[in-house]
């Protein structure tokens, strides 16, 4: 007879967006049990990078979250221990042409429209910003909103801050959804026991779609497999998230050709991260030195000091993209008692507490902070509005 | 490319002119080049020029094969085989080793052979290509520094890369004076140097024995060697030993040399602190029970300005693992690779023979090198596999790994060693997190493994990617039921300058497939 137990909400997945989800929750006042079926920051936040970047996002639906995100994440800061290592360093995207950086100026007038801060850097002061970057760059953006933070270490300090409101159920794989009269949702089954809830949480991450389907409702998300590269630990030599314009200039020209930017990064810890890849090919794990040739290729052009400096290893992960690039969040209709936070793709991290400040407002039935439309979980289905 | 002082840089490769499908030669060709395209990959590439990948290399060229042997080191031999460098002028080093002559033959084939031995190559990935051919990607130089990373191509993969040495932490062990057993043991081989002038051996493991027996040859004066597991379990297993006698006579010939020199055995014991302010002083030697846990009261001191500590190897498959090989859990909790009867690796085209796929010693790695050079050349010769010709060197192998696995049973780490880590020993030396940080993410950040306590802590971020503490945090965050394998998963086997990365282009990779598309940007 499998044991039983109850709480207000269920959350399923204790990666950053699940933690995200039960600490705005219990901070509404309600009891969750967080479910994962490997451990805290097992998954793709694992293997993610931490930038909370408004620099890069078009404006639209995904920039709004990112701007709200940004601002919860410095209250965090101050409420979190400094194990998460939040830093609002900035980011600073440059350009090698005057093609680029004309692209890169009527990007950032339409972000400013938009609520984004971004200040122009002519190609005689980006030293000053940063010391080390290659000489003869045309010019800049900085984006001081930019920052960073350990996703590991952010989600484990999200859920222990909750308190004693979150309990963590971990090594345990949920294999059903419970439900009740009407199709509503009413709890999980796992391998040893049900867990019952009136609200459970889908942020299963990348696996979202197949919790989805566990549900009997359709999320197409998809893997999208990236890599970093980590340097030795060095004494600061990049300041700021350092990319160059030309994926910025790739968008703003709507040109299909590939993206070949890195993002180039110190950490408090030393070493300097170089991100991220983006393919689609499944969950193919085999090592592509393409990919991190092109990473070095791309950091030791825009910093060429790293060029004798030591990759000692390199990491991959599968970030959840839905096909319009925007997560699902929300309740959705077609299973009462389900809600879904997942599909954050490359963002996941920096959209994680705005995600988890929208599940609990829909389930305390408070006001959500922005129009939710856009994310409604079901956009997908043929006969979907 | 750095060729050994006795091979010129451009010596022949056996198959000139054939393309990747057909490799008729069936002798070496001492000529040099003939004209063989430069690209033209190897029949074979052997990594580690150990016992194992000496053998293999030789075989498979003798019986026709082009073969490639690649090693980090400048010299042929491995860890077993070390001998100092010619400059230190050491007239006899086969006075540290038994049985030299075997190495003395590979050393003699090889030579004779038209292997082309690349010493100073350090491989820090291996790819196998779209159209099924292996590249190897190496670090040049005596350090791997050296700007010159080499691409060797093969249509056939033999890793050899041997073991490293598998400590468990304790208080103390960050100070000067405490080495490796292992380690010691090769800077004596390689250097004739002593790590100090009274060395306690610790740790478990039949190594330690022949460590013990090396340093008091040498002149060391080893107060004590204190092993923590019992020899009671390999008597549980009567027939793997009988059928054994030349390890059972090697471990008589090391226990002699110990009586000899007064040295005494302690076992059951672990060494639990190490006293000294600059250096070593002292050891503290425990009794442990059944699990490993100390026995309270039972701590004794012994003087002494050295400890070398090991608790066995661990197989060195980090190549390996990346290419997706499939593993298997070995008895003393290591993981080695999982191989076939003919010491085929799960991927095919990669081989591996040695202490990759288990640690036994080197006999055994000559006799799976020797298999495996055999069979990789009727495999590529065309030649139906003779079952016969290789049934000899199989029923060899599986006697000798019979024993390896009561060995590996009896030295397991028992789950009670954590209780000599106070919470301020550090565990993961390259980024300083002490056992208490580690026991803080397990009891309250809900990391429940070595993968999660590494992003939770970051014990095994370090230089040495959890090499040096890759046990210990797995033990920790099992919290006493049976620890799960380090992964061994380290995408490079050694650290590579991004310059390197930078430079390599058009390598004919799956990810660049038009079908797959490839377009870094910012996450
Ligand atoms: C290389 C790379 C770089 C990135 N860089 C950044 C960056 O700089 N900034 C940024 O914001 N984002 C970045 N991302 C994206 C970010 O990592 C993800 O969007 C984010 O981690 C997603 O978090 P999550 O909580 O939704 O998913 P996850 O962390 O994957 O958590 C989902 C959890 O659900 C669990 N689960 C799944 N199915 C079940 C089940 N049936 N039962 C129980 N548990 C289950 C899993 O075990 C997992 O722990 C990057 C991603 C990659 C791969
Ligand atoms: C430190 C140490 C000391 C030892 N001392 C003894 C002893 O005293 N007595 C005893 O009986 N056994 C000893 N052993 C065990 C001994 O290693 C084996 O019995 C035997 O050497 C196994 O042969 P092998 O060919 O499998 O590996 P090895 O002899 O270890 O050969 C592996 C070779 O691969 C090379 N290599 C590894 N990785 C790479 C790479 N990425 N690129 C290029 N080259 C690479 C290494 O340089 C090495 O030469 C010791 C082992 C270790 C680790």
Redesign the pocket.
């Known amino acids: 007879m499998p044991t039983r137990e109850t709480s207000d909400v269920i959350v ?9 989800c039960a600490h705005y929750a219990a901070l509404a006042g309600l009891s969750v049990t967080v ?19 408004v620099s890069d996002k078009e404006p639209g639906p995904e920039l709004q979250l990112a701007l709200l995100s940004t601002a919860l994440w410095t209250e965090l800061a101050d409420r979190l221990p400094p194990t998460v290592e939040y830093e609002a360093k900035g980011g600073l995207v440059v350009a090698s042409g005057e093609t680029g950086l004309h692209a890169l100026r009527e990007f950032g007038a339409r972000q400013e429209k938009a609520g984004v801060i971004a200040h122009e850097v002519p190609g005689d002061r980006l030293h000053d910003l940063e010391p080390h970057l290659a000489p003869g760059l045309t010019g800049g953006f900085h984006y001081p909103q930019d920052a ?1 933070v350990m ?1 590991a270490q952010a ?1 484990a300090q999200l859920l222990r801050a909750a308190g004693d409101r979150v309990r963590l159920a971990l090594g ?4 059903g959804l419970l439900t009740g009269a009407g199709g509503a949702v009413r709890g ?1 089954r ?1 391998a040893t026991r049900e867990l019952h809830a009136p609200y459970v949480v889908n ?6 779609g ?2 989805a389907e ?1 549900a009997g409702v359709h999320l197409p998300v998809l893997p ?5 590269l980590v340097t030795e630990p060095l004494p600061r030599i990049v300041r700021h998230k350092v990319y160059a314009a030309d994926y910025v200039a790739d968008v703003a020209s709507g040109s299909a050709a590939l993206q070949t930017s890195a ?1 180039v990064e110190g950490t408090p810890a030393g070493p300097v991260l170089i ?3 983006r393919e689609r090919v499944g969950f193919d794990r085999t090592l592509s030195t393409e990919v991190l040739h092109r990473l070095a290729a791309g950091a030791t052009a825009l910093f060429p000091v790293l060029g004798t400096v030591r990759a000692i290893r390199t ?6 993209y839905l096909p319009d690039h925007l997560p699902a969040i929300g309740p959705d209709p077609r299973a009462p008692g389900l809600l879904h ?12 507490p705005v995600t988890g400040q929208i599940v609990a407002a829909c389930i305390t039935g408070a006001e959500p902070p922005l129009d939710l439309h856009p994310f409604r979980p079901e956009r997908f289905d043929a006969t979907a509005p | 490319m750095t060729a050994s002082a006795s091979e010129p840089e451009d010596v022949a490769r056996s198959c000139s002119a054939s393309g990747p499908k057909d490799s008729t030669r069936t002798a070496p060709d001492p000529v040099p080049d003939t004209g063989r395209r430069a690209d033209a990959p190897y029949d074979l590439v052997v990594v580690g020029a150990g016992s194992a990948g000496l053998a293999g290399a030789v075989a498979a060229s003798e019986l026709g094969l082009s073969v490639a042997l690649l090693d980090s080191s400048a010299q042929s031999g491995g860890q077993f085989y070390r001998h100092p460098a010619p400059a230190l002028g050491a007239r006899r080093p086969e006075a540290l080793h038994h049985d030299w002559s075997a190495f003395a033959d590979l050393r003699r084939r090889l030579h004779a052979s038209g292997v082309d031995h690349l010493t100073g190559h350090h491989v820090w990935s291996v790819v196998k290509e779209t159209d099924g051919t292996w590249t190897a990607h190496a670090l040049t130089g005596a350090d791997g520094c050296a700007d010159a990373p080499a691409r060797i191509r093969a249509r056939a993969l033999l890793l050899a890369t041997g073991a490293y040495e598998r400590q468990l932490p304790f208080p103390g062990w960050t100070l000067p004076g405490v080495v490796g057993a292992g380690g010691a043991q090769a800077m004596l081989k390689s250097g004739l140097v002593l790590p100090g002038r009274s060395i306690v051996v610790a740790g478990s493991g039949p190594l330690l024995l022949a460590v013990a027996s090396s340093l008091a040859s040498a002149g060391a004066r080893v107060p004590a060697v204190v092993e923590a597991a019992g020899y009671l379990r390999y008597g549980r297993r009567p027939r793997a030993l009988a059928t054994n006698p030349r390890k059972a006579a090697e471990a008589l010939v090391h226990a002699a040399a110990l009586v000899r020199h007064r040295v005494p055995v302690r076992l059951r014991s672990a060494v639990t602190e190490v006293h000294g302010t600059d250096r070593v002083e002292a050891v503290t030697v425990s009794r442990l029970d059944r699990e490993w846990r100390p026995v309270r009261g039972t701590g004794r001191r012994i003087a002494c300005d050295a400890l070398a500590v090991g608790h066995g190897l661990v197989p060195q498959i980090e190549l390996a693992v990346a290419v997706g090989c499939t593993t298997r859990a070995l008895p003393d909790g290591t993981l080695g690779l999982a191989l076939d009867d003919l010491q085929e690796s799960s991927v095919p085209g990669l081989w591996a023979a040695g202490e990759t796929g288990g640690v036994g010693g080197a006999e055994l790695a000559r006799t799976e090198g020797e298999l495996a050079g055999r069979v990789i050349a009727a495999r590529l010769l065309g030649r139906p596999a003779r079952v016969g010709a290789t049934a000899g060197l199989r029923r060899r192998r599986d006697r000798m790994r019979a024993f390896a696995d009561v060995m590996s049973a009896a030295h397991a780490p028992g789950p009670g060693w954590t209780g000599w880590l106070s919470d301020d020993t550090d565990v993961c030396r390259c980024e300083e997190v002490p056992a208490g940080r580690i026991r803080e993410a397990i009891a309250a950040c809900g990391a429940r493994d070595a993968r999660t306590v590494k992003l939770l802590t970051r014990a095994g971020m370090g230089w040495c990617q959890g090499r040096m503490c890759g046990t210990a945090v797995a033990c920790l965050a099992s919290a006493g039921s049976a620890p799960e394998p380090p992964g061994e998963r380290r995408p490079f086997a050694v650290p590579v300058p991004l310059s390197t990365l930078a430079a390599l282009d058009g390598s004919p990779d799956p990810a660049s497939a038009p079908d797959s598309p490839t377009d870094p940007v ?2």
């Open positions: 399923i997945g204790a990666g950053v967006v699940g933690a995200a479910v994962d079926r490997g451990y805290v920051a097992g998954g793709t936040t694992g293997a993610g990078e931490g930038n909370l970047l960073q996703p989600a345990e794989e949920v294999t999980v796992t942020a299963a991450g990348t696996w979202g197949a919790l566990l999208r497999r990236g890599f970093v993002v991100g991220a890849s990491y991959l992960g599968f970030r959840p936070a997942c599909g954050h793709e490359g963002a996941g991290i920096g959209l994680a | 910012p996450s």
